[in-house]
T-cell receptor, first 115, second 110 residues
Framework: DARVTQTPRHKVTEMGQEVTMRCQPI?????VFWYRQTMMQGLELLAY????????DSGMPKDRFSAEMPDATLATLKIQPSEPRDSAVYFC?????????????FGQGTRLTVV | SQQGEEDPQALSIQEGENATMNCSYK?????LQWYRQNSGRGLVHLIL?????REKHSGRLRVTLDTSKKSSSLLITASRAADTASYFC??????????FGKGTRLSVIA
């Protein structure tokens, strides 16, 4: 049963530490999204990739966040250094087809708590 | 920033009743999608409606799109307790895909 896999599911870290979240998109999907969900802001699009190339990461705080796709089976989102305001649920989603017409399949999310 | 905005923010109905949620958006779109999120889980795609379509059905779901009013509605007929979840619309415009609203929290009481 094809699904998007995110690890870890939960992460508690101290302020200032580096956090790496990983995502395995569905095999064959060529579009990958990273979202952040909080009660106040809802779902925010942080970045997305097509065929491993970053198309838009304007939603991401550049000074501390970075997103990469080392290969077609792995997407990573790093925060360095982490801050309490980064506490949120981070979702990865993948899809197939043009970016403008993609049904997204979501992972279960990584719940990040920065203390 | 949010493109779509769902209304109402929260909705509570009895099992068997119909639930209607609305989504308004600001700029022209290629298509609009509806997703569902159960508590603590990822979002699940429900239905996609293209900008040249006015209505679409999928099981107990009916989606309408009015591009002149920049709005869409999601109707769930004969609701069940298992329909309790948050529902999101996501718009797709130009180079920016899948911008989500803040969602409608639906509670279906058995």
């Amino acid at each position: 049963d094809a699904r998007v896999t995110q690890t870890p599911r939960h992460k508690v870290t101290e302020m200032g530490q580096e956090v790496t979240m990983r995502c395995q998109p569905i095999l064959g999907h060529n579009t990958v999204f990273w979202y952040r969900q909080t009660m106040m802001q809802g779902l925010e699009l942080l970045a997305y990739f097509r065929n491993r190339a970053p198309l838009d990461d304007s939603g991401m705080p550049k000074d501390r966040f970075s997103a990469e796709m080392p290969d077609a089976t792995l997407a990573t989102l790093k925060i360095q250094p982490s801050e309490p305001r980064d506490s949120a649920v981070y979702f990865c989603a993948s899809g197939l087809g043009p970016v403008w017409n993609t049904e997204a399949f979501f992972g279960q999310g990584t719940r990040l708590t920065v203390v | 920033s949010q493109q779509g905005e769902e209304d109402p923010q929260a909705l509570s109905i009895q099992e068997g009743e119909n639930a209607t949620m609305n989504c308004s958006y600001k700029t022209s779109i290629n298509n609009l999608q509806w997703y569902r999120q159960n508590s603590g889980r990822g979002l699940v795609h429900l239905i996609l409606i293209r900008s040249n379509e006015r209505e679409k059905h999928s099981g107990r779901l009916r989606v309408t799109l009015d591009t002149s009013k920049k709005s869409s509605s999601l109707l769930i007929t004969a609701s069940r307790a298992a329909d309790t979840a948050s529902y999101f619309c996501a718009t797709d415009s130009g180079n920016t895909p899948l911008v989500f609203g803040k969602g409608t929290r639906l509670s279906v009481i058995a």
